[in-house]
């Protein structure tokens, strides 16, 4: 096996380590903000029984939301304490893990010239936290999606005042419903930005890793590829990517045109997309392969391997899937042959609209 198959190989199995993680931190970081959920329900019944409709006003209404607001920053502020140790230890471990690829797969002739140089989690971390993800650093997020639950509650307590509802009624919609696990409480979109936030974080706290071990060892690598995850959840800005090659440093594309945007882990929330380090062959390394032992010789490379794209795994998906993921009409021009994966794309990687696709046809 080739020194690129082999690193392709374990990231690719280091990542569904790294998934279970993280399903396993939203989970926590989730059950922290629904502890809060009691709390706030019995405020808010408190609030809410003081105010008649009639003298009901935003003003009347923010002054009784105090007590509120205080047990809902007290919610996230747990949450976000509790999460910066997951994200220090993933720094940790994603730092390690990139290091030991590296060192698995690269020949011992190549490390004696060029020595595998690893990245401090302290590096890691302080750099995931100053480096703003969708337009935001953790912090800010940390405050917008406070600021989020806080927003749903008070909106759904003035729907209920000018509906009619009862205070039962509006801690019932606020809340949600036992019978269905409150999954049909307005909370519980809190709930959903909350694990977005967080499953991009650790997205973007292994990704800081990945790019600061790139940099670090930028003698070896000439490349680093776009690797998304095969099956049905997958993006359509993460499909177009999968496969594609960029420069380690600047990100340019390599041999096409999409763009990097801002790269895997990251692109878009709940990103699961990786990048994977390609190695320089032996030639480009400046060493004499003729001097080196056959075998040795054919575990350095620097070709890319030749593994499954997003594009190839999707041709051989039932037509059923293929209109899951693309939409009926895209699947059938994909089925018919009339267009690629790439064809549903503009130069920029971004999705064509069924009129555009039109035009595209003639």
Known sequence: MSANAELLDRAISHEVDVRRYTESVMRRMIAILNRSDARISAQLAEALMRVEPSEFTVERLETLLASVRRTNREAYAAVFEALRPEMEGLADIEALAQRQQMAAAVPAPVQARFPIAGVAWEQVYAAAVSRPFQGRLLSGWAENVEASRLTLIRNAIRQGFVEGLTTADIIRAIKGTKANNYADGILNRAR??????VQTALGHTAQTARQAFTDANADLIKAVKWVSTLDNRTSPMCRIRDGLLYEPRTHKPIGHKIPWGDGPGRLHFNCRSVSV??????????????????????????????????????????????????????????????????????????????????????
């Open 192 to 197: 959903r930005e909350l694990a977005a936030v």
């Open 277 to 362: 380090n390609v190695t320089k062959s032996w030639r480009e390394l400046g060493l004499d392969i003729d001097d080196l032992p056959p075998a040795t010789r054919s575990s350095m490379d620097g070709q890319v391997p030749a593994d499954t794209t997003f594009g190839q795994w999707l041709l051989k998906q039932p037509a059923a899937r293929q209109d899951e993921i693309l939409g009926p009409v895209r699947g059938r021009l994909l089925r018919e042959n009339k267009l690629k994966l790439p064809d549903f794309y503009d130069g920029k990687g971004n999705l064509l609209d069924l009129d555009e696709l039109r035009a595209k046809l003639g």
